[in-house]
Structures are given as structure tokens and as C-alpha cells.
């Protein structure tokens, strides 16, 4: 029983680990694919999708303004998904930097979608309302384009403000591995996935998919599928702001989670006829991840059945101090045990929203956070 215990308990620690520790060490063992080639030929179009951003409206018009100076032919092009504040008037007043589309909450995916159907440039940039790009971004992404075999191009996010809370703490460190491990899946061949802070693709790429999907996954992906390279670059960045309110940050996860089973759902079959290495590398960064808070659970209950079979005071001294911990971390906005607890929270969120997309949920539109 202790035998079987004990390997319940270091195998759910090694899934845990794995896409962190593990997963990074493996791929920086693959052979380099280096991108060849250099241009900025190519025209290009903006995509982004806005619900109740008004107060960051217009630092992203300044941000519109300063890409504009620099590239006169750059098409704009926004999609308002029915915003209740003063988003739209404020992104309406401006024809002579962008085309503005109103929708009427039917989503982000429907929203890019049409954009996409409007948009006349060879390549297609991807952001959102809250992000902005640095002012060579435009210039230094489409110069990848110039290697023929590269479909697709992901920036790099960098965040603005310092970390507030041990819920923001978490997110930047989380996210810098994040991007840590985009790094290195690019430079042997593939990324597996773009999010919506900063991409882009040839026009000629992009697919239709339903609206329940991951629309950043599901057009970053089309580019592996047909046979192109989606690589991540470190010149091309952007900048937003974290977000620092748990209640926000647990919500924004359960949301993702769920939209990310409906997108692997409907990508399976294009995802089963991918390479061995690009399968792998999806398996492990996205679906080891979505159930890490299967390993987690397991690998706790494993560590108290443990201590149950050595002794039941010390089971029960675990447990009260596992507890009293967990607790303090709930309440603490700062410190290690905040952390802990941050990271668990974030585990049962993205755990919560893979179940409820197995049993049907969708969640097609979206709310920007409060605590920006």
C-alpha cells in the first residue's frame, strides 16, 4: 500500500512539474530551425476586438496614432461587441484612423471573424483594446514574413505596471515562463498557439471555426496545419497591464479553460495529422497543463493517505496545517503563502473550466477585468 502510495505521489509531483521543469529541458534539446530571410514588403491590417474599454480608449488611440505616423498604409480595423460605456462613440469619432464595426454581444470570435472578412492587408495583426505596441513592432513583425516558410508570428508581452498583489506576482511569473517557453518552442520549428496580446498571420491562412472556440488558439494553429512555421520573436512587443483581483483572475481562467477544451475538441482531427514533434510539444503545454489540477489533488490526497498509513496524528497534523495554511494564503495579498495559494486557486480554475466544458458550457462572450 505505501509502495503504491508513494508512486501516486512523486508520479502527480513529476505532472506538476513537468511543463515547467521537464517539457523546457526536452525542448532545449531539439535541433535549432533557424528563420531565413529578410523583408517588409508587405501590407498589413490591424485587428481588435473592444467591450467596455473607454477608459483605456484613448491610450490605444494615442498607441493607433504613433503606429499610423510610421506606417501610413497600415488599415486599422475594430470590432465593438455591443459595449455599455463610451467605447464605441469614442473609437467612432476617429474614421480617419480606423474602420469601426459594431456587433452586438455576440463575442470575440464573431467580432474577428468579421473583421478578418474586411481586412485587405497580406498580413494580419492580431491585439486587443488593452494592449499596446511598441512603435517598431509593425515594421520589425513583417519582416519575418520574408521567409517563405513562416505562416505565422507571435510577439512578445511585457507587463506595465508593478506587481500590486500576490494574484498579479503569480501571473507576471507565470507568464514570463510562458513566454520562456514559446521562446524555445520556436527556435525548433513550431509554437504551439498564439494568445490574443500580439500575433499575426498571412491573410490567406485564416480559417473559419464556430464562435465557442479559442479564436487566438484556432488561427494560430491553422498555420501549423498548413504546413507553415508559427514562430515567436522577441522584437515585436507589447505591453499590458496585469491583473491583480483574484475574483477576476479566477473567472478570466474558468473562461480560457473552458474555450480551450471546445477549441481542442474541434481541432482534433487537423491536431491528430500534425507531426510527432508538434504533437508532442501541444501535449505537453497544453493538455498535461489543463488537467494539473487532476495531478495536484492526487498527488495531496496521496501525501495525507501516506501520513494516515505512517501514523493518524501525524495524517491529522497535515491536514490541520495544510488547511491553516491554505487559509492564510486566501487571505493574504502578499507574501509566499499568498503565492501558494494563488497557484492553486489557478490549477482548480483552469480544472474547473475543462469540466464544464465537457459537459457542454460555452462561453462565447467576454468581460474585460476590473482590476487592470
Given at each position: 500500500?505505501?509502495?503504491?502510495?508513494?508512486s501516486?505521489?512523486?508520479?502527480?509531483?513529476a505532472?506538476v512539474?513537468y511543463?515547467?521543469?521537464?517539457?523546457?529541458?526536452?525542448?532545449?534539446?531539439?535541433?535549432v530551425?533557424?528563420?531565413?530571410?529578410?523583408?517588409?514588403?508587405?501590407?498589413a491590417?490591424?485587428?481588435?476586438c473592444?467591450y467596455?474599454?473607454?477608459a483605456?480608449?484613448p491610450e490605444?488611440?494615442?498607441?493607433l496614432?504613433?503606429?499610423?505616423?510610421?506606417?501610413?498604409?497600415?488599415?486599422?480595423?475594430?470590432?465593438?461587441?455591443?459595449s455599455?460605456?463610451?467605447?464605441?462613440?469614442?473609437?467612432a469619432?476617429?474614421?480617419?484612423?480606423l474602420?469601426?464595426?459594431?456587433?452586438?454581444r455576440?463575442?470575440k470570435?464573431?467580432?474577428?471573424?468579421?473583421?478578418?472578412?474586411?481586412?485587405t492587408?497580406?498580413?494580419?495583426?492580431?491585439t486587443?483594446a488593452?494592449?499596446m505596441?511598441?512603435?517598431?513592432?509593425?515594421?520589425?513583425?513583417?519582416?519575418?514574413?520574408?521567409?517563405a516558410?513562416?505562416?505565422?508570428?507571435?510577439g512578445s508581452?511585457h507587463?506595465?505596471q508593478?506587481?500590486?498583489s500576490?494574484t498579479?506576482?503569480?501571473?507576471?511569473?507565470?507568464?514570463k515562463?510562458?513566454?520562456?517557453?514559446?521562446?524555445?518552442?520556436?527556435?525548433s520549428?513550431?509554437?504551439?498557439?498564439?494568445?490574443?496580446s500580439?500575433?499575426?498571420?498571412r491573410?490567406?491562412?485564416?480559417?473559419?471555426f464556430?464562435?465557442?472556440?479559442?479564436?487566438?488558439?484556432?488561427?494560430?494553429?491553422?498555420?501549423?496545419?498548413?504546413?507553415?512555421?508559427?514562430?515567436?520573436?522577441g522584437?515585436v512587443?507589447?505591453?499590458?497591464?496585469?491583473?491583480?483581483?483574484r475574483g477576476?483572475?479566477?473567472r478570466?481562467?474558468v473562461?480560457i479553460?473552458a474555450?480551450?477544451w471546445?477549441?481542442h475538441?474541434y481541432?482534433?482531427?487537423?491536431?491528430?495529422?500534425?507531426s510527432p514533434?508538434?504533437r508532442?510539444?501541444?501535449?505537453?503545454?497544453?493538455?498535461?497543463?489543463?488537467f494539473?489540477?487532476?495531478?495536484?489533488?492526487?498527488?495531496?490526497?496521496?501525501a495525507?493517505a501516506?501520513?494516515?498509513?505512517?501514523d493518524?496524528?501525524?495524517?491529522?497534523?497535515?491536514?490541520?496545517?495544510g488547511?491553516?495554511l491554505?487559509?492564510?494564503g486566501?487571505?493574504?495579498r502578499r507574501?509566499p503563502?499568498?503565492?501558494?495559494?494563488?497557484i492553486w486557486?489557478?490549477?482548480?480554475a483552469?480544472?474547473?473550466?475543462?469540466?464544464?466544458?465537457?459537459?457542454?458550457?460555452?462561453?462565447?462572450?467576454?468581460?474585460?477585468?476590473k482590476?487592470?
Amino acid at each position: 500500500m505505501d509502495v503504491f502510495l508513494l508512486s501516486v505521489l512523486l508520479l502527480s509531483i513529476a505532472a506538476v512539474l513537468y511543463p515547467f521543469l521537464i517539457y523546457p529541458a526536452i525542448l532545449r534539446l531539439l535541433p535549432v530551425r533557424p528563420v531565413d530571410g529578410a523583408s517588409n514588403a508587405h501590407s498589413a491590417s490591424l485587428l481588435f476586438c473592444a467591450y467596455n474599454e473607454a477608459a483605456v480608449v484613448p491610450e490605444k488611440i494615442a498607441n493607433l496614432e504613433a503606429l499610423k505616423r510610421l506606417h501610413p498604409n497600415l488599415q486599422i480595423l475594430a470590432f465593438d461587441d455591443g459595449s455599455s460605456d463610451d467605447t464605441a462613440r469614442q473609437l467612432a469619432a476617429r474614421p480617419d484612423l480606423l474602420t469601426l464595426v459594431r456587433g452586438n454581444r455576440s463575442g470575440k470570435a464573431r467580432g474577428m471573424k468579421r473583421l478578418a472578412a474586411l481586412a485587405t492587408g497580406d498580413i494580419l495583426i492580431f491585439t486587443d483594446a488593452n494592449v499596446m505596441l511598441a512603435p517598431e513592432a509593425i515594421a520589425n513583425l513583417s519582416a519575418y514574413y520574408g521567409d517563405a516558410q513562416v505562416g505565422g508570428v507571435l510577439g512578445s508581452l511585457h507587463y506595465l505596471q508593478e506587481e500590486n498583489s500576490a494574484t498579479a506576482s503569480v501571473g507576471q511569473s507565470y507568464w514570463k515562463m510562458e513566454e520562456r517557453l514559446k521562446d524555445l518552442e520556436s527556435r525548433s520549428g513550431n509554437v504551439m498557439g498564439a494568445d490574443g496580446s500580439i500575433f499575426s498571420i498571412r491573410r490567406a491562412l485564416y480559417p473559419d471555426f464556430p464562435d465557442t472556440v479559442l479564436d487566438d488558439l484556432t488561427v494560430s494553429m491553422s498555420v501549423v496545419f498548413a504546413g507553415r512555421r508559427l514562430i515567436k520573436v522577441g522584437d515585436v512587443i507589447a505591453f499590458e497591464r496585469l491583473v491583480s483581483a483574484r475574483g477576476d483572475e479566477y473567472r478570466r481562467k474558468v473562461r480560457i479553460a473552458a474555450r480551450a477544451w471546445h477549441t481542442h475538441r474541434y481541432l482534433r482531427p487537423q491536431l491528430c495529422r500534425m507531426s510527432p514533434i508538434d504533437r508532442f510539444k501541444y501535449a505537453s503545454r497544453k493538455v498535461v497543463r489543463w488537467f494539473g489540477g487532476v495531478f495536484l489533488l492526487s498527488g495531496t490526497a496521496a501525501a495525507l493517505a501516506l501520513a494516515w498509513w505512517i501514523d493518524v496524528r501525524l495524517f491529522l497534523a497535515a491536514l490541520g496545517i495544510g488547511i491553516l495554511l491554505l487559509l492564510l494564503g486566501l487571505v493574504s495579498r502578499r507574501g509566499p503563502l499568498a503565492k501558494i495559494a494563488d497557484i492553486w486557486i489557478a490549477y482548480m480554475a483552469t480544472l474547473q473550466g475543462v469540466f464544464r466544458a465537457m459537459r457542454g458550457d460555452t462561453f462565447a462572450v467576454w468581460n474585460p477585468a476590473k482590476s487592470r
